[in-house]
């Protein structure tokens, strides 16, 4: 039976939402998330590039040929992660600085590639643009999430945007930052955990 | 100012460790840690190539980007060197040393992917790293990833014959004790 459109976006916020249901892009997942504004920006930047790579690539998906389609998808995908990095180079110099090395490396983010091949070159462009959108804003809610919490338990506050911040301490005053959490270690131990979380409440 | 090539190679195989410090090339970790030997090939995989690809994208990036000031291209040159390399890497091996092409199979092509190679490769360059520097980073930044990948095999071999509740299965308790290396590592902190 052939999906609607709402259907296809919808599947990547919860079915098949990235990184817990398709285990890639982990790197940025477990590098960007010590604050919820990072993995937002982080999500969102991935976004952009995931949408317009899958138009792109549904456009010319009949006349790429399948033997060099890996090379051609990737300077694709390339093409607008560096339109992305001038972009926040631009608008947004403080998050640009400290997602520092992973904007670049949104080319080498195994869900663009994958969606690419198993949706984008299979797909047209509506479907493509759906599916890049589900997929790209359940990655930026895991992240903002994965974010969030990180940010509460190990530093004792949120940040909204900018200077928006609230501190834990003053709801709880007993409350003693977790600073653990925000180093590496705890960044994997938070996402297995998550994911724990998940497969719990996913699979009866 | 450029450190010592000592403190250099410490920091990068241990403080600064690829994957359990800077989170680089996780997917394929985790993908392929779970037999010994598929650990192996990969890490060789990856020492192999990144030493390559390091030298020569910092070659590509202070000859030819920065004096044509095309410096925001990097990404696109980047990955396509890599990419290319991988290519060239894969067809060299089959021809001239079958045993060693054998040996790292799948995990050749796999490569131009993992995040790890193009992050050693950018991160050399913002820290404005000159040749010989960037080479030894190279070879540290691949050795450090082996180390962590052939230690996580060695871990969840053992795991597999543990019993673990349902929901931690597979992928969750992988992360899990990638944390408690990542923990262990953590101890290097503060020595370079």
């Known amino acids: 039976m052939p999906k609607t459109l709402v259907?296809?976006?919808?599947?990547?916020?919860?079915?098949?939402?990235?990184?817990?249901?398709?285990?890639?892009?982990?790197?940025?997942?477990?590098?960007?998330?010590?604050?919820?504004?990072?993995?937002?920006?982080?999500?969102?930047?991935?976004?952009?590039?995931?949408?317009?790579?899958?138009?792109?690539?549904?456009?010319?998906?009949?006349?790429?040929?399948?033997k060099v389609r890996i090379a051609c998808f990737i300077i694709v995908i390339a093409t607008f992660v560096t339109v992305v990095e001038l972009l926040m180079?631009?608008?947004?110099?403080?998050?640009?600085?400290?997602?520092?090395?992973?904007?670049?490396?949104?080319?080498?983010?195994?869900?663009l590639l994958g969606r690419a091949e198993a949706f984008a070159c299979k797909n047209t462009m509506a479907y493509s643009i759906a599916d890049g959108l589900g997929i790209g804003i359940g990655y930026t809610l895991a992240l903002g999430a994965l974010g969030a919490i990180r940010e509460v338990l190990g530093k004792g506050s949120l940040t909204v945007w900018?200077?928006?911040?609230?501190?834990?301490?003053?709801?709880?005053?007993?409350?003693?930052?977790?600073?653990?959490?925000?180093q590496a270690p705890g960044a994997f131990i938070c996402l297995g955990l998550m994911l724990c979380i998940l497969n719990a409440i996913g699979k009866k | 100012m450029q450190t010592g090539y000592f403190e250099l190679i410490i920091s990068c195989i241990f403080v600064n460790n690829i994957l359990l410090a800077q989170f680089l090339g996780n997917c394929p970790f985790l993908g392929?840690?779970?037999?010994?030997?598929?650990?192996?090939?990969?890490?060789?995989a990856v020492v192999f190539v990144l030493v390559l690809s390091g030298a020569i994208t910092w070659v590509v990036y202070t000859f030819i980007l920065v004096p044509f000031d095309l410096v925001y291209l990097r990404t696109i040159s980047f990955i396509l060197v890599i990419a290319a390399l991988v290519q060239f890497v894969?067809?060299?091996?089959?021809?001239?040393?079958?045993?060693?092409?054998?040996?790292?199979?799948?995990?050749?092509?796999?490569?131009?992917?993992?995040?790890a190679v193009l992050?050693?490769?950018?991160?050399?360059?913002?820290?404005?790293?000159?040749?010989?520097?960037?080479?030894?980073?190279?070879?540290?930044?691949a050795l450090g990833y082996g180390l962590a990948l052939i230690l996580f095999a060695g871990l969840r071999e053992r795991i597999l014959l543990a019993r673990v509740p349902k929901p931690l299965q597979d992928t969750s308790i992988g992360l899990i004790t990638a944390g408690m290396i990542a923990l262990a590592f953590f101890a290097f902190q503060g020595m370079v």
């Not at chain 1, 916020?13 to 504004?37: A, D, K, Q, Y």
């Not at chain 1, 900018?162 to 925000?182: E, K, Q, T």
């Not at chain 2, 992050?119 to 930044?141: P, R």
């Open chain 1, 7 to 66: 259907q296809e976006f919808t599947k990547g916020l919860w079915e098949e939402i990235p990184p817990f249901r398709l285990v890639l892009g982990l790197c940025p997942t477990l590098g960007v998330t010590t604050s919820m504004e990072n993995g937002l920006g982080m999500g969102l930047a991935t976004t952009f590039v995931l949408v317009f790579s899958n138009i792109l690539i549904s456009m010319l998906r009949n006349i790429i040929p399948s």
């Open chain 1, 89 to 111: 180079q631009a608008y947004t110099y403080a998050l640009f600085l400290r997602l520092g090395v992973f904007i670049p490396l949104i080319v080498v983010n195994c869900i």
């Open chain 1, 162 to 182: 900018g200077d928006m911040s609230y501190g834990v301490a003053s709801v709880f005053p007993s409350f003693h930052p977790f600073g653990f959490l925000v």
């Open chain 2, 32 to 44: 392929t840690s779970k037999k010994m030997e598929t650990a192996v090939g990969m890490a060789m």
């Open chain 2, 90 to 115: 894969e067809m060299f091996l089959k021809k001239s040393i079958p045993a060693l092409y054998a040996g790292l199979g799948i995990f050749l092509p796999l490569i131009t992917t993992n995040c």
């Open chain 2, 119 to 141: 992050g050693v490769c950018v991160l050399n360059i913002d820290k404005g790293m000159d040749f010989l520097h960037s080479l030894v980073a190279s070879v540290a930044y």
